[in-house]
Structure formats: structure tokens, C-alpha cells
């Protein structure tokens, strides 16, 4: 069975620009979660999706957003980018929302903003 | 406050010796507890769960006290191919941030042969 994929797997933008990460979760898991994870830091929550609703939402500003598509699978935007958003961005999908369903990593997104 | 304290070491250890991790973390409402590992810029994959009665997978053993909301990772015999990054992390408990992770920085291993 296929894992969780991501993609691209590595991505070079300006600041200012815009980007779109892409997330396809285990078959038959409805949930996906965003981690942003900067080197030498543990990955840090951004979204948690559930049959196409935002279940959470961590300490991130308003230029990130993320939707959920009838299909399960998930995009990570980010607006007006930063230098400070170079990281390594994770998508994570479980079966289920909650405490007790365990969360798959995909293998990341780099992103790199000049 | 962090919810997840971890130290960063690194800790370099010789092949064959045993090595202990520790992290606490902040919200008395988590329910579920990890340890994960993270090879270098790869993805964090899952290597035990940890249980209040604590628990052990082969030369991995894995402590909760819930009291003093503090986690242990024991490896015993360390390998070459226990070098990695680990990372402690806790759920968010209960209301709006259930089901949500929260990871510690990580405690990087070395195993030297």
C-alpha cells in the first residue's frame, strides 16, 4: 500500500511569492494534519482536516490556509512568504481524528525562500 | 512555556552501550504519548508508543509518569543504526486541541563503532 505522498518535494520561492503544498493521505484515512518543521526544531502543528473540515488550527498567521478535497487528499497555502517559512513542511494522515489514531508522516516538503 | 521540553544533547555513544532519553511535557490533559525518530531530512516515523505501565520493543524500553508528566526512552545495546534524531512527542489532550501533536525539539544520537 501507498504511504502518504507529497509533493514537490523540494520547492525555491522569493519572498513575497506565493506557494501550494500538496498532500495525498493513506487510502481510506479521512484525516490530514500540516506540520511546518524548522531545522533543528521539532515539527510544529499548522491544520488538522477531517472529512474536508478544519478540526485545528495552530499558532500560525492568517497567510497560511489549507483546505481538504472530497477525495481526502489536502493543499498547504502559504501567501506572502517569508524567509522565516523555509522549512520543512510534513503532511500527516490518520483514519480518524482524535488522541488514539495514529498519525503516518509523508516525507516533506522543503521549501526555501530566498 | 514549551509543551514538550526535550534535551538536544547529541549524545554520542559507542556501539553497545545504553542510552536514556528524557522529556516532560506541559498539559496534564494529554492522553497519548510517543516517541518518534527522524533520520536525517527525512519524515519522523513512529518507533514506540508509551504506556503509563510502561512498555518495551526489543532494546527499546519506554516510561510514563504521569505525575510528574516526564517521558523516558531507554536503548540498550546501542547500534550503528540507532543514530538518529528522537523526538518525544504528546497529543493535545482534550477540546480544541485534540488530536493534534506536539513534538520536542528532538535529542540527537550518534552511535560510534
Known amino acids: 500500500d501507498a504511504g502518504v505522498t507529497q509533493s514537490p518535494t523540494h520547492l525555491i520561492k522569493t519572498r513575497g511569492q506565493h506557494v501550494t503544498l500538496r498532500c495525498s493521505p493513506i487510502?481510506?484515512?479521512?484525516?490530514v494534519s500540516w506540520y511546518q518543521q524548522v531545522l533543528g526544531q521539532g515539527p510544529q502543528f499548522i491544520f488538522q482536516?477531517?472529512?474536508?473540515?478544519?478540526?485545528g488550527r495552530g499558532n500560525f498567521p492568517d497567510r497560511f490556509s489549507a483546505r481538504q478535497f472530497p477525495n481526502y487528499s489536502s493543499e498547504l497555502n502559504v501567501n506572502a512568504l517569508l524567509l522565516g517559512d523555509s522549512a520543512l513542511y510534513l503532511c500527516?494522515?490518520?483514519?480518524?481524528?482524535?488522541?488514539?489514531?495514529?498519525?503516518?508522516f509523508g516525507p516533506g516538503t522543503r521549501l526555501t525562500v530566498l | 512555556r514549551k509543551e514538550v521540553e526535550q534535551d538536544p544533547g547529541p549524545f554520542n555513544v559507542p556501539e553497545g552501550a545504553t542510552v536514556a532519553f528524557n522529556c516532560t511535557y506541559s498539559?496534564?490533559?494529554?492522553?497519548?504519548f510517543f516517541w518518534y525518530r527522524q533520520d536525517c531530512r527525512k519524515e519522523p516515523k513512529l518507533l514506540m508508543s508509551?504506556?503509563?505501565s510502561g512498555n518495551e520493543d526489543g532494546r527499546f524500553t519506554a516510561q510514563l509518569n504521569r505525575a510528574s508528566q516526564y517521558i523516558s526512552l531507554l536503548i540498550r545495546d546501542s547500534k550503528l543504526s540507532d543514530s538518529a534524531t528522537y523526538l518525544c512527542?504528546?497529543?493535545?489532550?482534550?477540546?480544541?486541541?485534540?488530536?493534534?501533536?506536539?513534538f520536542g525539539r528532538g535529542t540527537q544520537l550518534t552511535v560510534w563503532p
Open positions: 500527516a494522515s490518520s483514519l480518524l481524528t482524535g488522541d488514539y489514531n495514529e498519525q503516518f
Open positions: 487510502s481510506g484515512h479521512k484525516s
Open positions: 512527542v504528546v497529543n493535545g489532550g482534550r477540546g480544541s486541541t485534540l488530536g493534534r501533536l506536539y
Open positions: 498539559n496534564s490533559a494529554s492522553q497519548s
Open positions: 482536516y477531517y472529512e474536508k473540515e478544519e478540526r
Open positions: 508509551v504506556y503509563s
